[in-house]
């Protein structure tokens, strides 16, 4: 099985750099996903990672490293519409999810 | 391009009631489909995935059944809720092989 875990909550102010760090503990791993949700939405796909290093897609950046079980979703020039709740996604067999981040953007 | 629909949105069941809840997917085939339960303020869990009719994998043990009678429709099934099974339940589907999900809008249930 998988478990992952990344903080409860994060806040930031608006044009800012925010990290969340993801940890897992998993047998069978392909890669790490992460996907965004505001309240009462449907959660997006953001990005994932199958190697190890940086992938990067327009402000949003997400990193793995296999060695530490680690990975993190990196958000730059942060905006208001960013606060969100992010999840990392664990891909073996199915898709686990964290218990998700709550990030809050402040003026 | 691909759709997923989810019904109903929103539902009001009292305790002991069934259940059924549809998704069905447009623009794609042989997708794989997926049932998760998202308690308030925490994270996805998968309760059933599928990767062909009549194929179905169940994560958890629970009161719940899955039935996927087309390629593209998958169903959540209770025959009496119990009050814990509230909750928003969102259907995903994605390509075979891919790693992408994309989600439905879900659906809110509240067990009375």
């Known amino acids: 099985g998988q478990s992952l875990e990344q903080p409860s909550e994060v806040t930031a102010v608006e044009g800012a750099i925010v990290q969340i760090n993801c940890t897992y503990q998993t047998s069978g791993f392909y890669g790490l996903s992460w996907y965004q949700q505001h309240d009462g939405g449907a959660p997006t796909f953001l990005s994932y990672?199958?190697?190890?290093g940086l992938e990067e897609t327009g402000r949003f950046s997400s990193f793995l490293s296999r060695s530490d079980s680690y990975g993190y979703l990196l958000l730059q020039e942060l905006q208001m519409k960013d606060s969100a709740s992010y999840f990392c996604?664990?891909?073996?067999?199915?898709?686990?999810f964290g218990s998700g981040t709550r990030l809050q953007v402040q003026p | 391009s691909q759709t997923i629909h989810q019904w109903p949105a929103t539902l009001v069941q009292p305790v002991g009631s069934p259940l059924s809840l549809e998704c069905t997917v447009e623009?794609?085939?042989?997708?794989?489909l997926y049932w998760y339960r998202q308690a308030a303020g925490r994270g996805l869990q998968l309760l059933f995935y599928s990767v062909g009719i009549g194929q179905i994998s169940s994560e958890v043990p629970q009161n719940l059944s899955a039935s996927r009678p087309q390629d593209r429709q998958f169903i959540l099934s209770s025959k009496k809720l119990l009050l814990s099974d509230s909750g928003f339940y969102l259907c995903?589907?994605?390509?075979?092989?891919?790693?992408?999900?994309?989600f439905g809008p879900g659906t809110r249930l509240t067990v009375t």
């Open positions: 623009g794609t085939s042989n997708p794989n």
């Open positions: 995903a589907w994605s390509i075979q092989g891919s790693y992408e999900q994309y």
């Open positions: 990672n199958a190697l190890d």
């Open positions: 996604a664990g891909e073996g067999r199915a898709l686990t």
